[in-house]
Structure formats: C-alpha cells, structure tokens
C-alpha cells in the first residue's frame, strides 16, 4: 500500500511543483529549466562511465576495494538520469545526488566487506563411489572402433 501511495503522490507532488513554478518562471523559464536539466544529465550521463574508470583505478592503484568508487558512480548515474526526466521533484533529487557529501549520507548504511570471512561452515564426511546403474544404457563409446 505505501509503494502505491508513492507511485500516486510523486506524479501530483511534479504536477503541483509545475503549476507553482511554472506560473512564477513563466513558460519560457520552465522550458528553459527543464531543457536545460535535460542536456546537463545528458552531459553527466555521458561523462560518467570516464569517471567511473578513473574512480576505480585510483582506488585499485591504493589497494582499496573498488565498491565504493562503483556505488558512488550507481548514485551519479540515477542523478543524472533523474536530470533528464521532466520535472522540478526529479531535479531537485537528481541535484542533490550529485553532492558527494550527501551521496555519502545515502551510502553509509551500506557495509563493505574487503576482507574475505573465515569460513566456519565447513562439514566434513566421507564418500564412497558406487558403479552407475544406467552404464549398461549408455550407447557405445565410438573411439573403441577406430582402426
């Protein structure tokens, strides 16, 4: 029921933000906010995979886990996505994913593991090998009839 609420107050809340905005910017302010939103996440979008690369080299050349330079290049990636959708709510939320202080905030509940676990789950036991009871089925072996 909340994931529905979500999905019907998001639309409204960018309808509303248009209505308000829109008659303060006037027509032409707000073609021009979102076209302009629209070609700055196109730009980031773009960019990104190079910032990306040099992100994770960086942090390999450092003997650090890359999983950090990754989940920040995610947030950039759906920031700059948000940008290119039409909408005041989606732009001010793909902006603020775009503040490295805040993606920080967003990804700090998220626990990375660098060093491998020690593994306690091993069990032991023993095994015997038993004859395939399908053998006698099995077609011929074609290599025992070459010349």
Do not use: C, K
Not at 35 to 64: C, H, K, V, W
Not at 114 to 123: E, G, M, N, V
């Amino acid at each position: 029921m909340p994931i529905l609420l979500a999905f019907l107050a998001f639309p409204l809340m960018e309808i509303v933000l248009f209505v308000q905005l829109g008659g303060a910017l006037g027509v032409f302010g707000t073609l021009l906010e979102i076209f302009a939103s629209g070609a700055l996440g196109i730009f980031l979008m773009r960019l990104e995979p190079y910032r990306n690369a040099t992100d994770i080299r960086a942090a390999l050349a450092q003997d650090r886990s890359p999983a950090s330079p990754m989940a920040h290049s995610a947030l950039r990636m759906i920031g700059a996505l948000l940008l290119i959708v039409p909408g005041f709510l989606t732009d001010a939320i793909g902006l603020l994913l775009l503040i490295p202080a805040l993606r920080m905030l967003a990804l700090r509940r998220v626990v990375v593991q660098t060093q491998p676990r020690a593994r306690d789950d091993i069990i032991d036991g023993d095994y015997t090998t038993e004859p395939d009871p399908d053998q006698d089925r099995l077609p011929p072996n074609p290599r025992q009839y070459r010349d």
